[in-house]
């Protein structure tokens, strides 16, 4: 394999096997790796991949990693990195697919999130104050950033508000009459899915889950309303308590949380659903990504699209605060999580050291703690 995609290969491998903690700390974990210690793209750069993922559908973190690929080796890049920061999401989901099956029950993961959540907030903190810098650079967008924190936290649309403050930079640039010429594919594939419940086959799922991979925005809490309504309620393939499982072991895992997807189809249909589901949902993405991908440089030559850009970054950092908010009230709730993240946060910012390796050490933290408890 030549030089670049061997790099690509292994790095989006390592990040698929330590990238817990949901897509802002994906993107957090990314922004330590490719902006500040291998620089393969500038801190505004990557908020443009960040903005241009929050505007089309699917998991965005694994959207930046596959722009972040295209950016580094081409179409081979795109789809190498992709796939390796999926890869290793989906085999640990299979293999708990595989024990929940077995056994009727999943493993605990409680220990292991109990020293990788505190390290994930420290992460996330460093990331919003280095992309704070770029991205905020008036006083308007940062009032702007805020807002949008307030008003995830009040319950609002992500991708409502993301639209909306584009909207808002785009006006305040005194442009009423020119469009936010964000040149990315919104318009969802059009897929006949099943219509009747029934026993589930492999062409089936596979038409499920390409669909709920073009039309679904958001986390994977987005992705459980959607797959209710599909799953449980139309087509009666799965039970509320089997579908809160299958997302339950998307949000502990590393790597993405639309690997829900892989544990629903083993459920179903064993390893063949197992592919079947995975390949499906996350196929959109990288049509998307490679649709969109070389209008992104365009945008910000464009002073109308730069604008609109410019708000959709402020909105991505407010975002980012409301889900590092959240994550913060969960894990800093003792002494040991407050210890851990504090530790983590002092060798990220003085001493550099690789989030990556602050993940593994929570994790052994956590486990331990557990183990003594």
Known sequence: ??????????????????????????????????????????????LDLVGAASLIPGPSSTEVAIFLGHRRAGLAGLVLAGTCFILPAALIVTGLAWAYVRFGTLPSGAGLLRGVEPVVVAILAQALWAFGRTALESAWLALLGAGVL?????????????????????????????????????????????????????????????????????????????????????????????????????????????TTATFIGYLLLGPAGAAAATAAIFLPSFLLVAVSGPFIPRLRRSAAASAFLDGVNAASLGLMAAAGLS????????????????ASLVLLVRFRVSATWLVAVGAAVGLAATALR
Do not use: I
Not at 4 to 20: D, K
Not at 208 to 218: D, E, M, Q, R, T
Not at 327 to 342: F, I, K, S
């Open 1 to 46: 394999m030549p030089g670049p995609l061997r790099e690509l290969a292994v790095t989006f491998l390592r990040l698929g096997l330590t990238a817990f903690g949901g897509p802002a700390a994906h993107l957090a974990l990314m922004q330590d790796e490719f902006v500040r210690r291998r620089r393969w793209v500038t801190a505004e750069e990557f």
């Open 150 to 258: 307030a008003l995830a936290l009040a319950g609002a649309s992500p991708l409502l508000l993301l639209v909306l403050a584009g909207a808002a930079s785009l006006a305040a640039r005194r442009r009423p009459g020119a469009l936010p010429a964000v040149a990315v594919p919104l318009a969802p594939l059009a897929l006949a899915a099943p219509s009747a419940a029934g026993v589930a086959t492999v062409g089936q799922l596979f038409l499920v889950f390409l669909k709920a991979g073009s039309v679904v925005f958001g986390s994977g809490y987005v992705l459980l309303a959607f797959l209710r309504g599909d799953l449980v309620e139309r087509l009666g393939w799965l039970t509320e308590a089997q579908l809160v499982d299958a997302v339950a072991v998307g949000q502990v895992t590393p790597g993405p949380v639309f």
């Open 327 to 342: 994550l913060g009230r969960a894990a800093l709730t003792d002494p040991l999580g407050v210890t851990v993240a504090a």
